[in-house]
């Protein structure tokens, strides 16, 4: 999830590109980089790391007055983050120069064509082709509008791009595909940003791009057009919110933001996942298909939120490949002497893949001959440097420091490594692994409608606010949900939460039941596990009878809780070992909303850091 930020009008393009790349910075920091057509050409600058890096460098060699420039800050996907993998990239003649969020699949292909036809192409991004063909459809109709569609009409993927060229110095180009991107309407002067954020102080008319569209600004106005080159209805809408709202996008907090943005983070963690022979891929794997073959065992390594998703994943695992699965709490890990071989599979799970615990526990792996595969949303980080393999999650830059969407796209990592061992050891059918991949491709539809139920769970997150202790109670993958929610009530609230097997209910945990007690319980499908509904159905009237107060979470059309829920929160029908990717949803906004109604700080809660760098 990169930032980019396009500008044309009377004022220094670089002073308000800039001025948007810090309101876009917590989109990607690990690169930025700035392009502006002035005198004749294009003068470009873009350094690896924060934006402060690039700053600094334009301090020493800046850039010439322009009044048309882009800019961008990255999330690294293709290619670390280097100098060289910075936007903005430009052609060999460096007339044309494009900046870029989001993924082209076909990029392989397109940059083979282009090195056949004597094109130098100098990083190790997707992005790059771009500027190229670009290059190569100016020369002939001398448009840059009509070069963008011609261009996007052969990408495949999810993608947005803004590019300006040299011979039209007054011009921005922009498209959207499956990635946002959003027009900003001034008086002389237009804007493109992927969030409004980015020209908030300027303007707050807008326009928002449809699917597959081309935006072309001048000074004087835009014009939009499909792929196709035919004229584009849009949207367009007034900003409600000011400046100092503008980083959250409008809303209260990051937090909130980001559980907004959980459905397409899930589907763009899903993005590119299946290659042309029908298979499923994952992004970069150093360990032979033969290797994953002889694996016996596999051990999954996390901390806090991150191993949650691991226990979740020892029920896809175990029960799609028929493999042994352990989950170790990586700061416990290498000091037990766990027994790890060649044979051994180690999988690491860490947001941002500096987790020290996690780090420390991979190396003790590795140093036991084990092959160790990493799953990430941090592009270039130890973690997955010191990897035998990686899956990168798509989420973006998470802020808030209690995870959400992080989380969830872990969760589809998880199932996608569970789903690849499956298809390389053959447990699983090419025709079953594509159906549960259609089945995931439909969670982020159903997370929208989870979203856009919350309300009554808000309201009764504020009632619960002058309570001390809520406890969670959970079966088969709703106990690392339980977990989840107790954690994330600990951390945003400050109180009192435990996570139970409801299995365990009679073995202790029932003793905590008194009159008024919210217990939060998460109740498998009806469907196919019966048993399982009928054996917590049954724990929801034990915990009832003692006088709890019971806050039900159940899918659509389960009636047999109705009659003991004094709370109930529907969410969509989903297959079992896939209910958490929803049914964690409301435990998020709970946690949430309760702390917000205690007063507590919900992005940096107390003595908390988003990233645990020492042991």
């Not at 792929?227 to 900003?239: K, L, S, Y």
Request: net charge negative; with cysteine; hydrophobic share 45%.
């Amino acid at each position: 999830m990169c930032g980019i930020v396009g500008y044309v009008g009377s004022q220094s393009a670089l002073d308000v590109v800039l001025a948007g790349l810090k309101r876009l910075e917590y989109r990607g920091y690990d690169s930025a980089g700035v392009a502006v057509a002035a005198d004749g050409g294009l003068a470009a600058a873009k350094k690896a790391g924060k934006l402060v890096n690039l700053e600094k460098a334009l301090v020493d060699r800046p850039l010439p007055t322009g009044s048309s420039g882009i800019g961008h800050t990255r999330w690294a996907t293709h290619g670390g983050p280097t100098d060289a993998n910075a936007h903005p990239h430009l052609d060999n003649a460096g007339r044309v120069a494009v900046v870029h969020n989001g993924i082209i699949e076909n990029f392989a292909a397109l940059r083979d064509e282009l090195a056949e036809r004597g094109h130098r192409l100098d990083s190790e991004t997707d992005t790059e082709v771009v500027a190229h063909l670009l290059a190569e459809e100016y020369s002939a109709c001398a448009d840059l509008a009509e070069s963008m569609r011609l261009v996007c009409r052969r990408l495949d993927g999810a993608f947005t791009l803004v590019a300006v060229h040299a011979d039209e110095p007054d011009v921005v180009v922009g498209a959207r595909r499956n990635s946002p991107l959003v027009v900003g309407v001034g008086e002389g002067e237009s804007f493109l940003a992927s969030d409004v954020s980015a020209f908030i102080a300027h303007t707050r008319s807008a326009i928002e791009l449809g699917q597959d569209q081309v935006v072309e600004l001048r000074r004087d106005g835009v014009t939009v057009t499909d792929f196709a080159g035919n004229p584009a209805d849009v949207r367009t809408f007034h900003i409600d919110w000011d400046a100092s709202a503008a980083e959250k996008g409008g809303y209260d907090y990051f937090m909130l933001k980001e559980i907004a943005e959980q459905p397409k983070a899930v589907a763009d963690t899903l993005l590119g996942r299946i290659d042309a022979a029908g298979s499923l891929t994952l992004d970069e794997l150093r360990i032979s298909d033969a290797e994953l073959r002889e694996v016996d065992k596999v051990v999954i390594v996390a901390c806090g939120t991150a191993f949650h998703a691991g226990l979740i994943a020892k029920y896809a695992i175990e029960h799609w490949t028929r493999i042994p699965c352990e989950v170790e709490l990586a700061s416990e890990f290498r000091y037990r002497d766990p027994i790890l071989a060649a044979r051994t599979l180690v999988v690491a799970i860490s947001q941002s893949g500096e987790t020290m615990d996690t780090l420390m526990a991979l190396r003790h792996a590795r140093e036991q001959g084990s092959k160790v595969l990493a799953i990430c949303n941090t592009n270039g980080s130890t973690i997955p440097r010191e990897s035998d393999a990686v899956l990168y999650t798509h989420a973006g830059p998470e802020i808030a420091v209690a995870s959400t969407k992080a989380f969830l796209t872990q969760l589809v990592a998880c199932y996608l490594v569970a789903l690849y061992l499956g298809q390389v050891r053959g447990t699983k059918w090419g025709d079953e692994i594509h159906a549960v991949i259609r089945e995931l491709a439909q969670i982020a539809g159903q997370v929208e409608q989870v979203l856009e139920t919350m309300e009554p769970v808000r309201e009764l997150a504020r009632s619960l606010a002058d309570r001390n202790t809520v406890l969670f109670l959970g079966r088969h993958v709703g106990y690392p949900v339980a977990l989840e929610g107790a954690l994330k009530l600990k951390e945003l609230a400050y109180m009192h939460a435990e996570g139970f097997a409801a299995g365990e209910l009679k073995h202790g945990p029932i003793a905590l039941i008194e009159k008024g007690v919210p217990v939060v319980v998460v109740v498998p499908s009806p469907r196919g596990r019966s048993v399982l509904h009928d054996k917590i159905v049954s724990n929801i009237q034990e915990i009832r009878a003692r006088g709890a107060r019971t806050i039900v979470i159940a899918e659509v059309g389960d009636e047999a809780v109705v009659p003991y829920a004094d709370h109930l929160i529907r969410v969509p029908a989903t297959p079992t070992l896939l209910q958490p990717l929803v049914a964690t949803v409301p435990l998020q906004v709970f946690a949430c909303e309760l702390a917000t109604a205690r007063g507590n700080e919900v992005d940096q809660p107390r003595n908390l850091a988003k990233s645990v760098t020492v042991e």
